[in-house]
T-cell receptor, first 117, second 114 residues
């Protein structure tokens, strides 16, 4: 199947700093990527839909200025957690959409664990 | 709005025993149905999906699921589990023509014991 990578896999930062997470589709082009957040022992919550060449669509309750998303190319989307605080510590997972409509499939990255001290 | 309910948060089972992980969904429109598996500290891997056609869907690693429209269920089954099946399992729905968004259930932790 298709491969989606995330970098870094794990990051520890100080409170108040910004952290950038990259999501890449390695062997297909993805006009749409999704960013999820997962707390321990909980499900994935969709944060935003990232569309190549346009602004991201954020889910209700997700701060746009806090979680900046840039989808600059068909294989790369980035999530920047600005002025991170301990409550932003979580597991962030991206997915990339391959195809559209009936046959589309979402492929998930391995996740990035963020710890804010 | 759509929602997904996984009825069991934890399912302990002995190796080589059969298992069923339950999933019910709520939607006023047609949806596609998925099961994903997540191993510790990893992303999600697609086990199987139901788009249309036969209601019994076979996936990877010996798993299968049956779509029951009248009961709005999509339960996952495996006749004989292995230790390596220990993981978190997520049921998800995708609404037709709504931009590919997936809505996930709460997850079921399958623990296979020797």
């Amino acid at each position: 199947g298709a491969v989606v990578s995330q970098h870094p896999s794990r990051v520890i930062c100080k409170s108040g700093t910004s952290v950038k997470i990259e999501c890449r589709s390695l062997d297909f082009q993805a006009t749409t990527m999704f960013w999820y957040r997962q707390f321990p022992k909980q499900s994935l919550m969709l944060m935003a839909t990232s569309n190549e060449g346009s602004k991201a669509t954020y889910e209700q309750g997700v701060e746009k200025d806090k979680f900046l998303i840039n989808h600059a190319s068909l294989t790369l989307s980035t999530l920047t957690v600005t002025s991170a605080h301990p409550e932003d510590s979580s597991f962030y997972i991206c997915s990339a959409r391959d195809g559209q409509g009936y046959q589309e499939t979402q492929y998930f990255g391995p996740g990035t664990r963020l710890l804010v001290l | 709005a759509q929602s997904v309910t996984q009825l069991d948060s934890q399912v302990p089972v002995f190796e080589e025993a059969p298992v069923e992980l339950r999933c019910n969904y709520s939607s006023s429109v047609s949806v596609y149905l998925f099961w994903y598996v997540q191993y510790p500290n990893q992303g999600l891997q697609l086990l199987l999906k139901y788009l249309s056609g036969s209601t019994l869907v076979k996936g990877i690693n010996g798993f299968e699921a049956e779509f029951n429209k009248s009961q709005t269920s999509f339960h996952l089954r495996k006749p004989s589990v292995h230790i390596s099946d220990t993981a978190e399992y997520f049921c998800a729905v995708r609404v037709y023509n709504q931009g590919g968004k997936l809505i996930f259930g709460q997850g079921t932790e399958l623990s296979v014991k020797p």
